[in-house]
Protein backbone atom coordinates (compact mmCIF):
# COMPACT_ATOMS: atom_id res chain seq x y z
CA UNK A 1 0.00 0.00 0.00
CA UNK A 2 1.05 3.27 -1.11
CA UNK A 3 1.35 5.47 2.11
CA UNK A 4 0.05 8.95 1.07
CA UNK A 5 -2.84 11.18 3.20
CA UNK A 6 -4.86 13.25 1.27
CA UNK A 7 -6.26 16.45 3.13
CA UNK A 8 -8.84 17.54 1.19
CA UNK A 9 -9.81 21.67 3.06
CA UNK A 10 -5.88 21.73 4.16
CA UNK A 11 -5.39 25.19 3.69
CA UNK A 12 -8.24 26.12 6.54
CA UNK A 13 -8.55 26.77 10.01
CA UNK A 14 -8.62 23.03 11.07
CA UNK A 15 -6.63 21.79 8.04
CA UNK A 16 -3.61 23.45 8.59
CA UNK A 17 -2.91 22.45 11.76
CA UNK A 18 -4.04 19.01 11.12
CA UNK A 19 -1.46 19.24 7.85
CA UNK A 20 1.48 19.86 10.26
CA UNK A 21 0.30 17.07 13.00
CA UNK A 22 0.52 14.53 10.83
CA UNK A 23 3.28 15.52 9.15
CA UNK A 24 5.16 15.33 12.35
CA UNK A 25 3.35 11.94 13.46
CA UNK A 26 4.34 10.06 10.76
CA UNK A 27 6.78 11.34 8.45
CA UNK A 28 6.98 8.41 6.78
CA UNK A 29 4.00 9.08 4.98
CA UNK A 30 3.47 11.79 2.18
CA UNK A 31 0.76 14.33 3.22
CA UNK A 32 -0.95 16.18 0.47
CA UNK A 33 -2.89 19.47 0.99
CA UNK A 34 -5.88 19.98 -1.97
CA UNK A 35 -7.35 23.27 -1.31
CA UNK A 36 -9.53 26.00 -3.89
CA UNK A 37 -8.49 28.63 -1.25
CA UNK A 38 -11.82 29.02 -1.44
CA UNK A 39 -12.42 30.40 2.13
CA UNK A 40 -9.06 32.71 2.10
CA UNK A 41 -11.28 34.22 -1.45
CA UNK A 42 -14.59 34.45 0.33
CA UNK A 43 -13.01 36.14 3.82
CA UNK A 44 -11.35 38.77 1.58
CA UNK A 45 -14.09 39.70 -0.87
CA UNK A 46 -16.21 39.94 2.39
CA UNK A 47 -14.26 42.72 2.98
CA UNK A 48 -12.45 40.93 6.82
CA UNK A 49 -8.91 39.33 7.30
CA UNK A 50 -7.77 36.54 9.69
CA UNK A 51 -6.35 38.17 12.73
CA UNK A 52 -3.34 37.51 12.18
CA UNK A 53 -1.56 37.68 8.00
CA UNK A 54 -1.68 34.20 6.35
CA UNK A 55 0.63 33.25 3.93
CA UNK A 56 -0.26 31.46 0.57
CA UNK A 57 0.28 27.93 0.45
CA UNK A 58 3.65 27.95 -0.84
CA UNK A 59 5.19 29.98 1.93
CA UNK A 60 2.86 28.00 4.65
CA UNK A 61 4.49 24.59 3.01
CA UNK A 62 7.99 26.47 2.89
CA UNK A 63 7.76 27.67 6.63
CA UNK A 64 7.19 23.94 7.51
CA UNK A 65 10.35 23.11 5.87
CA UNK A 66 12.35 25.79 7.71
CA UNK A 67 10.73 25.56 11.21
CA UNK A 68 10.94 21.87 11.51
CA UNK A 69 12.89 20.71 8.62
CA UNK A 70 9.08 18.98 7.36
CA UNK A 71 9.74 17.76 3.74
CA UNK A 72 6.65 15.01 3.59
CA UNK A 73 3.99 17.98 2.47
CA UNK A 74 2.98 18.65 -0.79
CA UNK A 75 0.02 20.69 -2.21
CA UNK A 76 -2.13 20.97 -5.15
CA UNK A 77 -4.47 24.41 -5.53
CA UNK A 78 -8.04 23.00 -7.05
CA UNK A 79 -11.80 22.51 -6.25
CA UNK A 80 -12.57 19.06 -5.81
CA UNK A 81 -15.99 20.09 -7.93
CA UNK A 82 -14.15 20.32 -10.44
CA UNK A 83 -15.14 17.24 -13.03
CA UNK A 84 -12.44 15.01 -13.43
CA UNK A 85 -10.35 16.84 -10.82
CA UNK A 86 -10.43 13.82 -7.82
CA UNK A 87 -10.73 10.92 -10.13
CA UNK A 88 -7.07 12.37 -11.74
CA UNK A 89 -5.80 13.20 -7.71
CA UNK A 90 -7.06 9.38 -6.38
CA UNK A 91 -5.24 7.71 -9.37
CA UNK A 92 -2.22 9.51 -9.12
CA UNK A 93 -1.67 9.31 -5.64
CA UNK A 94 -3.78 6.39 -4.08
CA UNK A 95 -3.98 7.32 -0.63
CA UNK A 96 -4.23 4.57 2.31
CA UNK A 97 -6.45 7.81 4.24
CA UNK A 98 -8.75 10.68 3.19
CA UNK A 99 -9.39 13.32 5.43
CA UNK A 100 -12.53 15.53 4.05
CA UNK A 101 -13.02 19.42 5.64
CA UNK A 102 -13.46 20.91 2.25
CA UNK A 103 -16.82 22.48 2.59
CA UNK A 104 -18.31 25.83 2.83
CA UNK A 105 -18.73 25.98 6.31
CA UNK A 106 -20.36 29.58 7.28
CA UNK A 107 -23.90 29.02 8.54
CA UNK A 108 -24.59 33.26 7.43
CA UNK A 109 -22.71 33.32 3.89
CA UNK A 110 -25.11 29.68 2.92
CA UNK A 111 -28.29 31.74 4.46
CA UNK A 112 -27.70 35.15 2.23
CA UNK A 113 -30.09 34.09 -0.66
CA UNK A 114 -31.10 31.64 -3.38
CA UNK A 115 -27.78 32.03 -5.23
CA UNK A 116 -25.46 31.65 -1.85
CA UNK A 117 -28.01 28.55 -0.82
CA UNK A 118 -27.29 26.77 -4.19
CA UNK A 119 -23.31 27.21 -3.69
CA UNK A 120 -23.32 25.95 -0.67
CA UNK A 121 -25.03 22.76 -1.38
CA UNK A 122 -23.19 21.84 -4.50
CA UNK A 123 -19.84 22.82 -2.58
CA UNK A 124 -20.78 20.07 -0.04
CA UNK A 125 -23.07 17.86 -0.96
CA UNK A 126 -21.96 17.83 -5.05
CA UNK A 127 -18.54 17.94 -4.07
CA UNK A 128 -18.75 15.02 -1.26
CA UNK A 129 -20.62 13.03 -3.95
CA UNK A 130 -17.79 13.21 -6.51
CA UNK A 131 -15.25 12.52 -3.71
CA UNK A 132 -17.31 9.24 -2.88
CA UNK A 133 -17.61 8.27 -6.95
CA UNK A 134 -14.19 8.37 -7.47
CA UNK A 135 -13.20 6.28 -4.10
CA UNK A 136 -15.30 3.57 -5.25
CA UNK A 137 -12.98 3.48 -8.73
CA UNK A 138 -9.88 4.45 -7.66
CA UNK A 139 -9.57 4.15 -3.54
CA UNK A 140 -12.35 1.88 -2.36
CA UNK A 141 -9.92 0.24 0.23
CA UNK A 142 -9.19 4.07 1.56
CA UNK A 143 -10.01 5.40 5.10
CA UNK A 144 -12.18 8.15 4.21
CA UNK A 145 -12.63 10.77 7.22
CA UNK A 146 -15.12 13.33 7.02
CA UNK A 147 -15.92 16.02 9.32
CA UNK A 148 -20.09 16.60 9.72
CA UNK A 149 -21.39 18.51 12.33
CA UNK A 150 -22.80 18.20 15.56
CA UNK A 151 -25.40 20.82 14.78
CA UNK A 152 -26.90 18.11 12.15
CA UNK A 153 -28.67 16.48 14.79
CA UNK A 154 -32.06 16.89 16.03
CA UNK A 155 -32.62 17.96 19.50
CA UNK A 156 -35.40 16.83 21.81
CA UNK A 157 -34.25 16.61 25.22
CA UNK A 158 -32.81 12.90 24.76
CA UNK A 159 -29.43 11.79 25.11
CA UNK A 160 -27.76 12.13 21.45
CA UNK A 161 -26.62 8.86 20.49
CA UNK A 162 -23.67 8.09 18.18
CA UNK A 163 -24.95 8.23 14.89
CA UNK A 164 -27.23 5.30 15.09
CA UNK A 165 -29.78 3.92 17.63
CA UNK A 166 -32.47 1.42 18.05
CA UNK A 167 -35.29 3.13 18.56
CA UNK A 168 -38.75 1.65 20.16
CA UNK A 169 -41.93 2.90 18.70
CA UNK A 170 -45.21 2.17 19.80
CA UNK A 171 -43.73 -0.65 22.15
CA UNK A 172 -42.02 -2.27 19.23
CA UNK A 173 -37.94 -1.63 19.20
CA UNK A 174 -36.18 -1.59 15.57
CA UNK A 175 -34.67 -4.70 14.71
CA UNK A 176 -31.48 -3.22 13.54
CA UNK A 177 -29.82 0.25 14.50
CA UNK A 178 -31.31 3.25 12.54
CA UNK A 179 -29.56 6.60 11.93
CA UNK A 180 -30.05 9.29 14.84
CA UNK A 181 -32.68 11.40 13.68
CA UNK A 182 -31.13 14.76 11.68
CA UNK A 183 -32.75 18.30 11.49
CA UNK A 184 -31.83 21.60 10.99
CA UNK A 185 -32.53 25.35 10.54
CA UNK A 186 -29.85 26.52 7.73
CA UNK A 187 -28.67 25.79 4.63
CA UNK A 188 -25.42 24.79 5.70
CA UNK A 189 -26.55 21.99 8.43
CA UNK A 190 -29.15 20.88 5.87
CA UNK A 191 -25.86 20.33 3.49
CA UNK A 192 -24.15 18.58 6.05
CA UNK A 193 -27.21 16.19 6.74
CA UNK A 194 -27.29 15.70 3.01
CA UNK A 195 -23.79 14.69 2.75
CA UNK A 196 -24.32 12.23 5.67
CA UNK A 197 -26.77 10.79 3.95
CA UNK A 198 -24.67 9.79 1.20
CA UNK A 199 -22.00 8.41 3.26
CA UNK A 200 -24.24 6.19 4.80
CA UNK A 201 -25.09 4.96 1.44
CA UNK A 202 -21.40 4.74 0.07
CA UNK A 203 -20.79 2.56 3.26
CA UNK A 204 -23.23 -0.32 3.28
CA UNK A 205 -23.92 -0.36 -0.91
CA UNK A 206 -20.66 -0.03 -2.29
CA UNK A 207 -18.45 -0.92 0.83
CA UNK A 208 -15.97 1.76 1.13
CA UNK A 209 -14.72 2.22 5.07
CA UNK A 210 -15.90 5.71 6.17
CA UNK A 211 -15.31 7.74 9.90
CA UNK A 212 -17.82 10.41 10.07
CA UNK A 213 -17.01 12.96 12.84
CA UNK A 214 -19.65 15.05 14.32
CA UNK A 215 -18.07 18.18 15.38
CA UNK A 216 -18.76 20.51 17.67
CA UNK A 217 -18.09 23.73 17.91
CA UNK A 218 -14.14 24.78 17.71
CA UNK A 219 -12.65 27.35 19.31
CA UNK A 220 -8.71 28.04 19.98
CA UNK A 221 -5.64 29.28 18.12
CA UNK A 222 -2.88 26.95 19.19
CA UNK A 223 -1.65 23.62 18.54
CA UNK A 224 1.60 22.59 20.17
CA UNK A 225 3.09 23.12 16.87
CA UNK A 226 2.41 26.67 16.28
CA UNK A 227 2.83 28.17 19.93
CA UNK A 228 5.25 31.29 18.72
CA UNK A 229 5.46 30.21 14.99
CA UNK A 230 3.85 33.18 13.53
CA UNK A 231 5.20 31.81 9.83
CA UNK A 232 2.58 28.40 11.34
CA UNK A 233 0.25 29.82 12.67
CA UNK A 234 -3.42 28.83 11.26
CA UNK A 235 -6.24 31.36 10.14
CA UNK A 236 -8.20 32.46 12.76
CA UNK A 237 -11.41 34.28 11.47
CA UNK A 238 -13.64 36.29 14.51
CA UNK A 239 -16.12 38.30 11.90
CA UNK A 240 -19.66 37.51 12.38
CA UNK A 241 -20.09 35.52 8.85
CA UNK A 242 -16.45 33.24 9.24
CA UNK A 243 -15.78 33.45 13.04
CA UNK A 244 -17.49 30.55 15.37
CA UNK A 245 -19.10 30.92 18.98
CA UNK A 246 -16.28 31.38 21.19
CA UNK A 247 -13.57 32.47 18.66
CA UNK A 248 -15.59 35.70 18.62
CA UNK A 249 -16.69 35.90 22.16
CA UNK A 250 -13.14 36.05 22.94
CA UNK A 251 -12.05 38.33 20.39
CA UNK A 252 -14.94 40.70 21.53
CA UNK A 253 -14.37 40.13 25.22
CA UNK A 254 -10.58 41.09 24.70
CA UNK A 255 -11.02 44.36 22.65
CA UNK A 256 -14.42 45.66 24.57
CA UNK A 257 -16.70 45.03 22.57
CA UNK A 258 -20.05 43.34 23.75
CA UNK A 259 -20.54 39.44 23.14
CA UNK A 260 -23.40 38.77 20.54
CA UNK A 261 -25.51 36.33 21.76
CA UNK A 262 -28.08 35.32 19.12
CA UNK A 263 -31.71 34.73 19.83
CA UNK A 264 -32.45 34.24 23.26
CA UNK A 265 -29.04 32.21 23.76
CA UNK A 266 -30.46 28.96 24.96
CA UNK A 267 -29.33 26.95 22.36
CA UNK A 268 -27.07 24.34 23.42
CA UNK A 269 -23.54 24.06 21.63
CA UNK A 270 -20.86 21.57 21.72
CA UNK A 271 -17.15 22.76 22.33
CA UNK A 272 -13.78 21.10 21.77
CA UNK A 273 -10.19 23.26 21.30
CA UNK A 274 -8.73 23.25 18.31
CA UNK A 275 -5.51 21.14 20.12
CA UNK A 276 -7.93 18.32 21.10
CA UNK A 277 -9.56 17.89 17.61
CA UNK A 278 -5.98 17.81 15.93
CA UNK A 279 -5.02 15.38 18.28
CA UNK A 280 -8.06 13.14 17.71
CA UNK A 281 -8.22 13.48 14.24
CA UNK A 282 -4.57 12.74 13.29
CA UNK A 283 -4.78 9.41 16.07
CA UNK A 284 -7.18 8.19 13.42
CA UNK A 285 -4.80 7.46 10.45
CA UNK A 286 -4.42 3.60 10.91
CA UNK A 287 -7.70 2.77 12.57
CA UNK A 288 -9.74 2.17 9.20
CA UNK A 289 -13.41 0.99 9.69
CA UNK A 290 -13.91 -2.35 8.48
CA UNK A 291 -15.59 -2.92 4.26
CA UNK A 292 -18.93 -1.36 4.41
CA UNK A 293 -18.77 0.36 8.07
CA UNK A 294 -19.78 3.75 8.87
CA UNK A 295 -17.78 4.87 12.09
CA UNK A 296 -19.55 8.10 13.51
CA UNK A 297 -17.77 9.99 16.58
CA UNK A 298 -19.46 12.51 18.58
CA UNK A 299 -16.65 15.07 18.37
CA UNK A 300 -16.87 17.19 21.74
CA UNK A 301 -15.02 17.80 24.68
CA UNK A 302 -17.77 20.17 26.73
CA UNK A 303 -21.19 20.04 26.02
CA UNK A 304 -22.54 21.46 29.21
CA UNK A 305 -23.06 25.12 27.70
CA UNK A 306 -25.92 27.44 26.20
CA UNK A 307 -24.73 30.23 24.10
CA UNK A 308 -26.20 32.57 26.97
CA UNK A 309 -24.36 30.57 29.74
CA UNK A 310 -20.82 30.75 28.08
CA UNK A 311 -20.98 34.54 27.64
CA UNK A 312 -21.81 34.16 31.39
CA UNK A 313 -18.92 32.27 31.70
CA UNK A 314 -16.50 34.83 29.54
CA UNK A 315 -18.03 37.43 31.83
CA UNK A 316 -17.08 35.74 35.35
CA UNK A 317 -14.00 34.43 34.30
CA UNK A 318 -12.39 37.39 32.92
CA UNK A 319 -13.88 39.41 35.59
CA UNK A 320 -10.06 40.60 37.08
CA UNK A 321 -9.07 41.14 33.37
CA UNK A 322 -9.53 45.13 33.90
CA UNK A 323 -12.20 44.84 30.89
CA UNK A 324 -15.79 45.74 31.03
CA UNK A 325 -17.32 42.50 29.75
CA UNK A 326 -21.29 43.16 28.42
CA UNK A 327 -23.33 41.13 26.59
CA UNK A 328 -25.72 42.07 23.89
CA UNK A 329 -29.18 40.02 23.36
CA UNK A 330 -30.51 42.52 20.32
CA UNK A 331 -28.60 40.49 17.06
CA UNK A 332 -30.72 37.69 15.60
CA UNK A 333 -29.41 37.27 12.16
CA UNK A 334 -30.71 33.54 12.19
CA UNK A 335 -33.78 33.93 13.28
CA UNK A 336 -32.68 32.15 16.41
CA UNK A 337 -35.61 33.55 19.00
CA UNK A 338 -37.43 31.46 21.24
CA UNK A 339 -35.45 28.48 21.67
CA UNK A 340 -36.18 25.93 23.92
CA UNK A 341 -34.55 25.13 26.93
CA UNK A 342 -32.24 21.88 25.48
CA UNK A 343 -31.50 19.63 27.84
CA UNK A 344 -29.83 17.34 24.63
CA UNK A 345 -27.09 15.50 26.01
CA UNK A 346 -24.45 13.68 24.48
CA UNK A 347 -22.94 10.07 23.91
CA UNK A 348 -19.93 9.21 22.98
CA UNK A 349 -17.71 6.06 22.77
CA UNK A 350 -14.33 7.49 22.12
CA UNK A 351 -13.66 10.16 24.81
CA UNK A 352 -10.16 8.64 25.24
CA UNK A 353 -9.55 9.77 21.63
CA UNK A 354 -9.95 13.58 22.73
CA UNK A 355 -7.48 14.45 25.12
CA UNK A 356 -9.26 17.01 27.14
CA UNK A 357 -7.84 19.98 29.37
CA UNK A 358 -9.81 21.78 32.05
CA UNK A 359 -12.41 23.91 30.15
CA UNK A 360 -11.37 27.01 32.16
CA UNK A 361 -7.56 26.73 31.52
CA UNK A 362 -7.76 26.56 27.58
CA UNK A 363 -9.82 29.44 27.84
CA UNK A 364 -7.23 31.25 29.90
CA UNK A 365 -4.20 30.35 27.54
CA UNK A 366 -6.58 30.83 24.40
CA UNK A 367 -7.52 34.40 25.73
CA UNK A 368 -3.91 35.43 26.91
CA UNK A 369 -2.89 33.80 22.95
CA UNK A 370 -5.69 36.20 21.54
CA UNK A 371 -5.17 39.30 23.87
CA UNK A 372 -1.36 39.65 22.69
CA UNK A 373 -2.67 40.38 19.38
CA UNK A 374 -5.50 42.85 20.91
CA UNK A 375 -4.35 45.95 19.18
CA UNK A 376 -4.84 43.83 15.62
CA UNK A 377 -8.97 43.30 16.35
CA UNK A 378 -11.24 45.50 14.57
CA UNK A 379 -14.71 45.85 16.22
CA UNK A 380 -16.53 46.57 13.25
CA UNK A 381 -16.36 43.14 12.21
CA UNK A 382 -18.57 42.34 14.80
CA UNK A 383 -21.89 43.56 14.40
CA UNK A 384 -24.00 41.44 11.86
CA UNK A 385 -25.47 43.43 9.04
CA UNK A 386 -27.70 41.85 6.63
CA UNK A 387 -26.55 44.14 3.40
CA UNK A 388 -23.83 42.39 3.06
CA UNK A 389 -23.36 40.55 -0.62
CA UNK A 390 -20.37 37.82 -1.68
CA UNK A 391 -19.11 37.30 -4.79
CA UNK A 392 -18.77 33.83 -5.83
N1 LIG B 1 -14.68 25.11 12.77
C1 LIG B 1 -15.71 24.55 13.42
O1 LIG B 1 -16.11 24.98 14.52
C2 LIG B 1 -16.40 23.33 12.83
C3 LIG B 1 -17.46 22.75 13.54
C4 LIG B 1 -18.12 21.64 13.00
C5 LIG B 1 -17.71 21.12 11.78
N2 LIG B 1 -16.68 21.71 11.10
C6 LIG B 1 -16.29 21.13 9.82
O2 LIG B 1 -14.88 20.96 9.77
C7 LIG B 1 -14.42 21.16 8.43
C8 LIG B 1 -13.30 22.20 8.43
O3 LIG B 1 -13.80 23.40 9.00
P1 LIG B 1 -12.90 24.71 9.14
O4 LIG B 1 -13.44 25.46 10.29
O5 LIG B 1 -11.48 24.35 9.08
O6 LIG B 1 -13.33 25.50 7.81
P2 LIG B 1 -12.41 26.28 6.75
O7 LIG B 1 -13.34 27.02 5.86
O8 LIG B 1 -11.36 27.07 7.45
O9 LIG B 1 -11.71 25.09 5.96
C9 LIG B 1 -12.28 24.46 4.85
C10 LIG B 1 -11.25 24.47 3.73
O10 LIG B 1 -11.80 23.78 2.60
C11 LIG B 1 -11.51 24.52 1.42
N3 LIG B 1 -12.57 24.23 0.43
C12 LIG B 1 -13.89 24.48 0.52
N4 LIG B 1 -14.52 24.04 -0.59
C13 LIG B 1 -13.58 23.48 -1.38
C14 LIG B 1 -13.62 22.85 -2.65
N5 LIG B 1 -14.76 22.73 -3.36
N6 LIG B 1 -12.47 22.36 -3.18
C15 LIG B 1 -11.28 22.49 -2.50
N7 LIG B 1 -11.19 23.09 -1.28
C16 LIG B 1 -12.34 23.59 -0.74
C17 LIG B 1 -11.51 25.98 1.86
O11 LIG B 1 -10.77 26.81 0.99
C18 LIG B 1 -10.91 25.90 3.27
O12 LIG B 1 -9.51 26.07 3.22
C19 LIG B 1 -15.64 21.55 7.61
O13 LIG B 1 -16.15 20.40 6.98
C20 LIG B 1 -16.62 22.05 8.64
O14 LIG B 1 -17.96 21.88 8.21
C21 LIG B 1 -16.01 22.80 11.60
Known amino acids: MTNRILVLGGDGYLGWPLVIRLARRIPQAKIVIIDSEFRRKMVRYSGFAPLY ?11 LSDIYGIRNVDFILGDINEKDFLPGILKRYRP ?3 FHLAHQCST ?6 LEHAIFTVQNNVEGGLKLLYAMREFAPNAHLIQMGSFGEYARGGIEIAEGYFVP ?3 GVAADTPMPYPRRADDIYHVSKINSSNFLMMASRHWGLRITEIMQSTIFGLHTDETIGKPALYTRFD ?3 VFGTVLNRFITQSISGFPLTVYG ?8 MSLSSSVSSLASLVGKSPKIGEHKVINHSTESGYTVGGLARFIQQEF ?3 NVNIEVDYSHDPRAEINHPDDQSTVNTEYLDLMPKRKFCDEVRDFWSHVNQAGRLIKQEYFAPSSSKKFEI
Open 53 to 63: PVEALPGRVKA
Open 96 to 98: HTI
Open 108 to 113: PFSMLD
Open 168 to 170: DYL
Open 238 to 240: YDH
Open 264 to 271: NGKQRTGL
Open 319 to 321: VDA
